[in-house]
Nanobody
């Protein structure tokens, strides 16, 4: 298993930006799929964005497409989520998750939380109106 630590959350006004980081340790994650999920109070955890490290495939939920960008720094074993033009409805705890690649479409499009075996502790993002 890979260990994940998120950072970069905080309070920002609507229209602002934040960059979340997900640092992985324990194993090289070149064969992993990394997903960003979020969970708002009273709502189910939802997939926001996903990156397949081995081939660079990326996925974005419709709600964040054009505003969020997922990227990686292989040397630092870190995946980033750049969030621009934030909206109050983006307020949630954001989690990064990882699993070995086995089905890119299932893992990185459907983004079912139970398909990811490693999770970070989460970081709070609050967007004020």
């Amino acid at each position: 298993q890979v260990q994940l630590v998120e950072s970069g959350g905080g309070l920002v006004q609507a229209g602002g930006s934040l960059r979340l980081s997900c640092a992985a340790s324990g194993r090289t994650f070149s064969s992993y799929v990394i997903g960003w999920f979020r969970q708002a109070p009273g709502k189910e955890r939802e997939g926001v964005s996903c990156l397949s490290i081995r081939d660079g495939f990326t996925y974005y939920a419709d709600s964040v497409k054009g505003r969020f960008t997922i990227s990686r720094d292989n040397a630092k074993n870190t995946v980033y989520l750049q969030m621009n033009n934030l909206k109050p409805e983006d307020t949630a705890v954001y989690y990064c998750a990882a699993h070995r690649w086995w089905d890119m479409y299932r893992q990185c499009v459907y983004m079912v939380p139970s398909d990811f075996g490693s999770w970070g502790q989460g970081t709070q993002v609050t967007v004020s109106s």
